[in-house]
């Protein structure tokens, strides 16, 4: 069973903070998804890292793969309240059809 | 615009009846669509993978007759909850794989079911 562990689990900080949250694993992932999700909707995709070492970014958001693929992280520059939700990343390949999911980072951004 | 809809994004049943969650990808076809449930301030729980044309794949603990799940189209998954209890109420969410994206996968908006 592939295990992907994020963290932090919950993380509340002040407007213009910077931020970084961690998806580690054992298993190698042929891509890796991060999706945010507000209450009572779907989760909606931020962004795809396939090559291992590949940075992308996204506005004040910027993913990372490892190196080796095992492993990803999301900073946020200057953190604003619309970026309040939850994040999660999901790992893609190893053999599954479907995504092994973090659980998730809470991220409040206080006013 | 959403490429995956699902619907009702909101039911209330009664204890002891059936409901039925629709999964529609709207301008692709899915083989494989994947259902999940969500608890309050958690992540997605995979319950099941669905293969057109074919048995769902259940994950360890998920009773699959009481969770039915039917894929009969390329474009449309449904999961029916049977016999519902009020701890099945939950948020459940489908995904479907986008194969002309690179297989990224994209979810539906989710539906609220609360069971009384």
């Known amino acids: 069973t592939q295990l992907l562990e994020q963290s932090p689990q919950f993380l509340s900080i002040q407007e213009g903070e910077n931020l970084t949250v961690y998806c580690n694993s054992s298993?190698?992932?042929?891509?890796l998804q991060w999706y945010r999700q507000e209450p009572g909707e779907g989760p909606v995709l931020l962004v795809t890292v396939v090559t291992g070492g590949e940075v992308k970014k996204l506005k004040r958001l910027t993913f990372q793969f490892g190196d080796a693929r095992k492993d990803s992280s999301l900073h946020i520059t200057a953190a604003q309240p619309g970026d309040t939700g939850l994040y999660l990343c999901a790992g893609a390949g190893g053999g599954a059809d479907g995504l092994t999911f973090g659980k998730g980072t809470h991220l409040i951004i206080q006013p | 615009g959403a490429v995956v809809s699902q619907h009702p994004s909101r039911v209330i049943c009664k204890s002891g009846t059936s409901v039925k969650i629709e999964c529609r990808s709207l301008d692709f076809q899915a083989t494989t669509m994947f259902w999940y449930r969500q608890f309050p301030k958690q992540s997605l729980m995979l319950m099941a993978t669905s293969n057109e044309g074919s048995k769902a794949t259940y994950e360890q603990g998920v009773e699959k007759d009481k969770f039915l799940i039917n894929h009969a189209s390329l474009t449309l998954s449904t999961l029916t909850v049977t016999s519902a209890h009020p701890e099945d109420s939950s948020f459940y969410i489908c995904?479907?794989?986008?194969?002309?994206?690179?297989?990224?996968?994209?979810f539906g908006e989710g539906s609220w079911l609360t069971v009384v």
């Open positions: 995904s479907a794989s986008r194969l002309s994206s690179g297989n990224t996968i994209y």
């Open positions: 298993s190698v992932f042929s891509s």
